[in-house]
């Protein structure tokens, strides 16, 4: 664990630099609403039972709907997160706030007002210090919240120490997920101490340190949008969850660097799914993304593409990049490998029961088969092979990394996956053939905006010398090396560039 935190430090610094950011901001801005909302609600009991139930039901909603509702609307990254962080933030800080203030005796108050004393001075002289306990403690419980709540970010391309953690399970990688969560836990119980430590100073120490965290603070957070080089180039390159996105991405980055030495690559790895994916493209914050030509013709469209069963790979090419052009985008020339979807089973249960092609499965009792949300969804995914091979199973979600050890633990016999995964020979998985030809061809190829493409032909140029090539047993051991063998992404495409002498 010792070794993959010192390998991943500058990683593991920026993702929590990024939570720390997330939760900050999401605590102040939900204590700018809240805090204010109890006061006002104090002097007006009736309505306070009303956005006590409000607040209420705010924290009831899944984080993982509120998140999906928000993509819609505002877009993934960082502002969809943090809206859904301050939703959170809410009502521990409105009612402790407003708990806090109701509870101070009526007594103190009349003395306050038998001195003299009006609303806002007994406000500010007595009800807020004698309440403060109260609203600290909320301000501590919705940071704690927030805290554990902000790993889901990742899942949308907003960062954190949730990076950590998906990446670990994707890769089956126990010492990533034990790396996010102690920071994670750490991070709260010092966010706890540092408000506690707060909450108890007087006097110009207080202000101090308090000027000091806020100037630390913008100060961290503004820098890196200052440019001090404005002769340099910035590329957004983002992939899909899993190794072989990565691996590509950072072949990407070091053919565009090759090319263009001074141009600053930003890589995004572990993204989301395909939708987010392009959405963010869609939305000018990234600029290049990993796609497969099946995908772009069977999603990224309004309605699929109608393509002839068994239609080859240059024919589903020909539509994808019709299908891009026609909306906006550019497909780069296709690499070699076929990443079509598969469907595996084991080679106990293959052997057993004579299983070859996926007509077969028919023969499998009891079968149960456990698929990732996005092809149980997608008509070229599992609906489309029930109706074209005449098929009912019964289906559970499951994650991507979390599928292969479903069936390895005998809780699912049957689970989709991509041809080339290194886990279909990590677990000794036997895939069948498609004999009816129902899924597509997809081959890898680089999907930007056409006016990114026209504006920066050099770089459509490095990543087309990938251009045929990559063969399936290629990724699939690139994969396994990233996945079994835990090397560096990074490593294992240089080491791949470099042996195709497509890297000086």
Same mark, same amino acid.
């Given at each position: 664990?010792?070794?993959?935190?010192?390998?991943?430090?500058?990683?593991?610094?920026?993702?929590?630099?990024?939570?720390?950011?997330?939760?900050?901001?999401?605590?102040?801005?939900?204590?700018?609403?809240?805090?204010?909302?109890?006061?006002?609600?104090?002097?007006?009991?009736?309505?306070?039972?009303?956005?006590?139930?409000?607040?209420?039901?705010?924290?009831?909603?899944?984080? #993982? +709907? *509120? %998140? @999906?509702? =928000?993509?819609?609307?505002?877009?993934?990254?960082?502002?969809?997160? $943090?809206?859904?962080? !301050?939703?959170?933030?809410?009502?521990?800080?409105?009612?402790?706030?407003?708990?806090?203030?109701?509870?101070?005796?009526?007594?103190?108050?009349?003395?306050?007002?038998?001195?003299?004393?009006?609303?806002?001075?007994?406000?500010?002289?007595?009800?807020?210090?004698?309440?403060?306990?109260?609203?600290?403690?909320?301000?501590?419980?919705?940071?704690?919240?927030?805290?554990?709540?902000?790993?889901?970010?990742?899942?949308?391309?907003?960062?954190?120490?949730?990076?950590?953690?998906?990446?670990?399970?994707?890769?089956?990688?126990?010492?990533?997920?034990?790396?996010?969560?102690?920071?994670?836990?750490? #991070? +709260? *119980? %010092? @966010?706890? =101490?540092?408000?506690?430590?707060?909450?108890?100073?007087?006097?110009? $120490?207080?202000?101090? !340190?308090?000027?000091?965290?806020?100037?630390?603070?913008?100060?961290?957070?503004?820098?890196?949008?200052?440019?001090?080089?404005?002769?340099?180039?910035?590329?957004?390159?983002?992939?899909?969850?899993?190794?072989?996105?990565?691996?590509?991405?950072?072949?990407?980055?070091?053919?565009?660097?090759?090319?263009?030495?001074?141009?600053?690559?930003?890589?995004?790895?572990?993204?989301?799914?395909?939708?987010?994916?392009?959405?963010?493209?869609?939305?000018?914050?990234?600029?290049?993304?990993?796609?497969?030509?099946?995908?772009?013709?069977?999603?990224?469209?309004?309605?699929?593409?109608?393509?002839?069963?068994? +239609?080859?790979?240059?024919?589903?090419?020909?539509?994808?990049?019709?299908?891009?052009?026609?909306?906006?985008?550019?497909?780069?020339?296709?690499?070699?490998?076929?990443?079509?979807?598969?469907?595996?089973?084991?080679?106990?249960?293959?052997?057993?029961?004579?299983?070859?092609?996926?007509?077969?499965?028919?023969?499998?009792?009891?079968?149960?088969?456990?698929?990732?949300?996005?092809?149980?969804?997608?008509?070229?995914?599992?609906?489309?092979?029930?109706?074209?091979?005449?098929?009912?199973?019964?289906?559970?979600?499951?994650?991507?990394?979390?599928?292969?050890?479903?069936?390895?633990?005998?809780?699912?016999?049957?689970?989709?996956?991509?041809?080339?995964?290194?886990?279909?020979?990590?677990?000794?998985?036997?895939?069948?053939?498609?004999?009816?030809?129902?899924?597509?061809?997809?081959?890898?190829?680089?999907?930007?905006?056409?006016?990114?493409?026209?504006?920066?032909?050099?770089?459509?140029?490095?990543?087309?010398?990938?251009?045929?090539?990559?063969?399936?047993?290629?990724?699939?051991?690139?994969?396994?090396?990233?996945?079994?063998?835990?090397?560096?992404?990074?490593?294992?495409?240089?080491?791949?560039?470099?042996?195709?002498?497509?890297?000086?």
């Amino acid at each position: 664990m010792w070794h993959t935190f010192i390998v991943r430090y500058p990683q593991f610094i920026a993702a929590l630099w990024q939570h720390i950011q997330l939760t900050v901001i999401a605590i102040i801005i939900a204590s700018l609403v809240a805090i204010p909302l109890a006061i006002w609600c104090e002097r007006h009991r009736r309505y306070a039972e009303y956005f006590l139930q409000i607040t209420g039901i705010f924290q009831t909603l899944p984080s #993982l +709907a *509120i %998140l @999906g509702l =928000l993509i819609p609307l505002v877009g993934i990254g960082k502002p969809t997160a $943090l809206i859904a962080l !301050i939703i959170y933030s809410l009502l521990p800080i409105f009612q402790n706030t407003y708990l806090g203030l109701a509870s101070v005796s009526q007594g103190v108050l009349d003395a306050g007002r038998a001195l003299g004393l009006s609303q806002s001075k007994i406000l500010k002289k007595i009800q807020i210090p004698l309440a403060m306990p109260s609203i600290v403690a909320g301000i501590r419980t919705a940071t704690v919240l927030v805290i554990g709540t902000a790993t889901l970010a990742s899942l949308i391309g907003a960062g954190g120490l949730g990076d950590f953690i998906l990446l670990g399970i994707d890769r089956n990688n126990t010492d990533l997920i034990v790396i996010g969560a102690i920071a994670s836990a750490v #991070l +709260a *119980i %010092l @966010g706890g =101490l540092l408000i506690n430590l707060l909450s108890r100073l007087r006097g110009w $120490l207080k202000n101090s !340190i308090l000027m000091f965290l806020t100037l630390f603070f913008i100060g961290a957070s503004v820098l890196p949008y200052i440019r001090t080089d404005n002769t340099s180039q910035t590329i957004t390159i983002a992939g899909k969850l899993g190794s072989e996105p990565e691996i590509l991405i950072n072949m990407y980055a070091d053919l565009i660097k090759q090319d263009q030495p001074k141009t600053k690559i930003v890589l995004k790895p572990s993204f989301g799914v395909t939708s987010f994916l392009y959405k963010a493209l869609e939305s000018d914050r990234i600029d290049i993304y990993p796609e497969f030509t099946g995908t772009v013709t069977e999603s990224l469209g309004k309605s699929p593409v109608k393509l002839s069963q068994g +239609a080859n790979a240059q024919i589903t090419y020909d539509a994808a990049r019709k299908l891009a052009n026609s909306q906006g985008m550019t497909l780069t020339k296709p690499m070699k490998f076929n990443d079509t979807y598969a469907i595996a089973v084991t080679q106990i249960n293959a052997k057993k029961y004579q299983l070859a092609n996926i007509s077969d499965l028919s023969k499998l009792p009891n079968s149960k088969a456990g698929m990732t949300a996005e092809f149980l969804d997608r008509a070229d995914g599992m609906p489309g092979i029930e109706k074209s091979y005449g098929l009912k199973i019964l289906t559970v979600s499951l994650d991507p990394a979390l599928r292969y050890q479903a069936i390895k633990q005998n809780q699912v016999n049957i689970i989709d996956a991509y041809s080339t995964d290194s886990q279909l020979v990590q677990y000794h998985l036997k895939v069948l053939n498609d004999d009816r030809h129902f899924f597509p061809v997809y081959q890898g190829a680089g999907l930007m905006k056409s006016t990114f493409a026209k504006a920066n032909p050099k770089v459509v140029k490095a990543i087309n010398k990938l251009a045929n090539k990559i063969s399936n047993t290629d990724m699939q051991k690139m994969n396994y090396d990233v996945n079994v063998n835990h090397q560096n992404p990074a490593k294992v495409a240089k080491e791949y560039l470099d042996k195709q002498g497509l890297t000086k």
